[in-house]
C-alpha cells in the first residue's frame, strides 16, 4: 500500500473518535483515510450496553452503535483500511505513517487509537488468559452461567461490568484494595442493591489458581496480610487503562502517562497532528466525549489545511 500522493487526513483509529472524525472530514470532502489495526468500534464493541449516549433513551448495545457510526460514513464515502500503524514521522508539511502494510502520506493526521486495558502481573494471569482470565465481561461474560466469578477493581468499568455479570454468574466477588468505591454513585446504588454481588474490601489478588482453567484465586487482607483461597471459575480484571500512543515514540508532547498533549482545538505539539479521546490528556473517556473531539479535531483540521 506504499502511496506516493498525500491524502489530506488519516485518521489513525476507528473508534467512535476516529469515525466522527471520518464522518466530518469526508463530509467537508477531504480525501480521508482511516486505518483501523483490528475492527472499527474500538471499546464499544467490548460494552455490552451504552446507556449514556445521547439520542438512545433506552440505550443501545456497543456493537450498534459502532456499526451504526459507520454507516454513516460510508454514506459519505470514508475509506477504512485494516493496517496497524508502527509510527509517524514529519517531514517538511507531509507526514509518513509506517504501517505494517507499508507507507500512507497525509497533510494532516488524527491520532484516535484509545486505550488498552492494564494487567495485574499476577502469576497465572499470563498463562490462563483466555482460559477464565478475562479484560472483558461483554465479550465472555455468558461463558460463567450459574458459575462464581470475580472482578478486579472498583471504578465504573469494574462495578459496570460486575453488574452486567449477574445477567450470568450465580455469585460475583468485587475485590477491591480500598474499603470503598471510585465508581459513580450511581453505579454504587446498582451493585449494594445486587444480592449476587458479594465486596472483598481491602483484598488484593496474589495469584490465579487453576493448570488448564482457572480454578480459584488466592486473595490477600492488606490490612491483616491473611491469605486465603477463594473457588471460581472466571476472573474478570478492570485495574486501569494505558492510552495507545508509545508508537509516536517522543515525535509528540505526552503527559507522565503517556497520553498526549492538546489544546482545545485538539492540536498536539505538532502542527497538522491532532489527538482525540482516549489518548489525548484530560478526556473524560466516554463514547460521547471521544465523538465531540473528533468533531473538533476534523473542522479545526480542515482550517489547518486550508490556512
Ligand atoms: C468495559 C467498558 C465499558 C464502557 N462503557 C461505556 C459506557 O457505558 N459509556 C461510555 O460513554 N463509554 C464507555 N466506555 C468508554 C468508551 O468505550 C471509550 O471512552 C471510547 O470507546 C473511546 O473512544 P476512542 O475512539 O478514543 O478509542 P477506542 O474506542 O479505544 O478506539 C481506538 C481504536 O484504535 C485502534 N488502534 C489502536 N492502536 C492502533 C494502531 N497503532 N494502528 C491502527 N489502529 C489502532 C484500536 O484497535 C481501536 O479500534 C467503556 C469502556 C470499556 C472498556
Request: glycine letters at 12%.
Amino acid at each position: 500500500m506504499t502511496e506516493k500522493k498525500a491524502h489530506d487526513l488519516v485518521i489513525i483509529g476507528g473508534g467512535p473518535g476516529g469515525l466522527a472524525a471520518g464522518l466530518y472530514a469526508s463530509r467537508a470532502r477531504m480525501d480521508t483515510l482511516l486505518l483501523e489495526k483490528a475492527a472499527y468500534g474500538g471499546q464499544m464493541l467490548t460494552t455490552f450496553f451504552i446507556e449514556n449516549y445521547p439520542g438512545f433513551p433506552e440505550g443501545i448495545a456497543g456493537f450498534e452503535l459502532a456499526d451504526l457510526m459507520k454507516k454513516q460514513t460510508d454514506l459519505y464515502g470514508l475509506q477504512i483500511q485494516t493496517a496497524e500503524v508502527r509510527g509517524v514521522v514529519k517531514e517538511g508539511n507531509i507526514f509518513d505513517i509506517d504501517t505494517i502494510e507499508g507507507t500512507v502520506r497525509s497533510r494532516a493526521v488524527i491520532v484516535s487509537t484509545g486505550a488498552d486495558p492494564d494487567k495485574l502481573g499476577v502469576p497465572g494471569e499470563e498463562r490462563l488468559a483466555g482460559r477464565g482470565v478475562s479484560y472483558c465481561a461483554t465479550c465472555d461474560g455468558a461463558l460463567y452461567r450459574e458459575r462464581t466469578v470475580a472482578v478486579v477493581g472498583g471504578g465504573d468499568s469494574a462495578i459496570e461490568e460486575a453488574l452486567f455479570l449477574t445477567r450470568f454468574a450465580d455469585r460475583i466477588h468485587v475485590i477491591h484494595r480500598r474499603d470503598e468505591l471510585r465508581a459513580t454513585p450511581i453505579s454504587r446504588e446498582r451493585a449494594f442493591a445486587n444480592e449476587k454481588i458479594v465486596f472483598e474490601w481491602n483484598t488484593v489478588l496474589k495469584e490465579i489458581l487453576g493448570e488448564d482453567e482457572v480454578t480459584g484465586l488466592l486473595l490477600e487482607n492488606v490490612k491483616t496480610g491473611q491469605t486465603r483461597k477463594l473457588a471460581a471459575a472466571g476472573v474478570f480484571i478492570y485495574v486501569g487503562i494505558t492510552p495507545q500512543s508509545s508508537f509516536l515514540e517522543d515525535m509528540v508532547e505526552k503527559n507522565e502517562g503517556g497520553y498526549i498533549k492538546t489544546d482545545l482545538t485538539m492540536s498536539s505539539s505538532v502542527p497538522g497532528l491532532f489527538a482525540i479521546g482516549d489518548v489525548r490528556a484530560e478526556s473524560v473517556r466516554q463514547v460521547a466525549s471521544a465523538v465531540g473531539d473528533g468533531v473538533t479535531a476534523a473542522i479545526y483540521a480542515y482550517k489547518y489545511l486550508v490556512e
